[in-house]
């Protein structure tokens, strides 16, 4: 692994790509297959949660998500924004792997995410799961440059249905789409609900729920089997929208009532897994893509309205969305599965999204694929445990930017850039190169003001030599878009 040795990946044999085994915790005998829940919202920031210290956003149903499980201080994902960043939650791989060149592919973009690629809904899908996604794809689009390829799509890649977006709900030619066996729009398989979504604000105002409700009755109908649910929400994504029972709600105005919403949806899939009688059987985690995007927070007027206004926040870290600081990198991570994971815990462990394939395919009985690199590691251990035996080396971490080419490197405290940018224009007085990186120490210094680069030149040239050697490993390896 070229990220970190952490945690011995425990059982995993190679013997093929889903070979499968009886996992088990400690124990000898087989265990029930976990339901498996994922809520990834769209430009969340850290601070926009009750549980991370907001005083007027209210999220009481994902403060008792955290209440019940574990959260992550330090939660990372590989690029601050959407297309990669949804690539690495569903491959555990860095964007750089991809092929699709950039860190937003649009619904024009003759690219998406490769077929050979092996994502989290395939792999639980071979195990006899049942797989739904619910909200914003973003991974590719039918389109005249592709030829329309229907292996665009998420019954492609593993999803056996679907209801949600093709790209963010703020393109001109954003489509809503739900799987339907006798349509033919945009391809075989799908229907178009509502074209050109900025344009029908009532639709853009029903995501949340719309996403919510369906993702109920999937649970419902398959409460008795494993299954899969990735609820990707567009919110609170600009520009925002919030349905007419959650309006004027919120003390923080419509991003506060957005956010009820979404909190409301978290609330809605818990109790149905309580009246399904499978809480304790269900493994849920929730993060989000990227910060917010805070480029309109000083932007009295745009196609969003008032801007400024419904920003969130990426507190206490600098920037957001579509910047290599830890504003667009760091997010929420909780994990809850009661009885399996210890409750009310904070880790102040780095982890990232590139972690979550890898452990559900472990506690899932599923082998990693052996024919490429896999880049987040099992971290059950230590979620399973207060005290876990395994020994582990300091974190390192890979941060992407918009040509999904490596930035910049953490390792321990240590984050290292060799290139900065912020969708605001705003490099708050640094610059970087290969030849004058900039060193901070981030748990420390939160907000990533002191360069620390002159202190510690042995530390600069240990990360320059990481990052060189990673960058040779993902050129040396390419991806499946260049051997196709």
Known sequence: MNRRNFLKLAGMTTAGLFTSRNFSFGQEQKQQLPNIVIFFLDDSGYGD????????????????????????????????????????????????????????IGPESKKYIHEKEITLAKGLKSKGYATGMFGKWHLGTPNKNN???????PLANG?????GTNVSHDYSNAMLIQKDPTGHEPVDGYSI???????????????????ANAAVDFIKANKDKPFFAYIAHNMPHLGIHASESFKGRSRRGLLGDVMEEIDDSVGKVRKTLEDCG???????IFSSDNGPWIRFRNTEKSKYGEARMHVGYATPFRDGKGSTWEGG??????????????????????????????????????????????DGCNIGPLLMSDKPKEKFQPFRFFYSYHDNKPSAIRK??????????SQTGDNYGFTASREKPLLFQVEQDLSERIDRAAEHPEIVKELLTDLENFQKQLQTEGTFWDKS
Not at 159 to 163: H, R
Not at 278 to 284: A, F, M, R, S, Y
Not at 345 to 364: E, G, V, W
Not at 412 to 421: A, F
């Open 49 to 104: 949660y009750e549980h991370n210290g907001n005083p007027v956003i209210r999220t009481p149903n994902i403060s008792k998500l955290k209440q019940d499980g574990t959260s992550f201080s330090q939660f990372y994902v590989t690029t601050a924004a959407c297309s990669a960043s949804r690539y690495s939650l569903l491959t555990g791989r860095y964007p750089g792997r991809s092929g699709l060149g950039s860190w937003v």
């Open 147 to 153: 030829s329309f390829d229907s292996k665009s799509l």
């Open 159 to 163: 999803f056996d249905t679907w209801i």
């Open 193 to 211: 609900i509502t074209k050109n979504l900025p344009s029908n604000t009532k639709a853009c105002e029903s995501l949340t729920g719309r996403y």
């Open 278 to 284: 499978i809480t304790d059987n269900t493994l849920i």
């Open 329 to 374: 990198h760091r997010v929420p991570g909780i994990f809850c599965w009661p009885g399996k994971i210890p409750a009310n815990r904070n880790l102040q462990i780095p982890a990232s999204t590139l972690d979550i394939l890898p452990t559900i395919f472990n506690i899932t009985g599923i082998n990693l694929p052996t024919d490429r690199t896999i």
């Open 412 to 421: 321990g405290p240590w984050k290292l850039h060799i290139r900065i940018g």
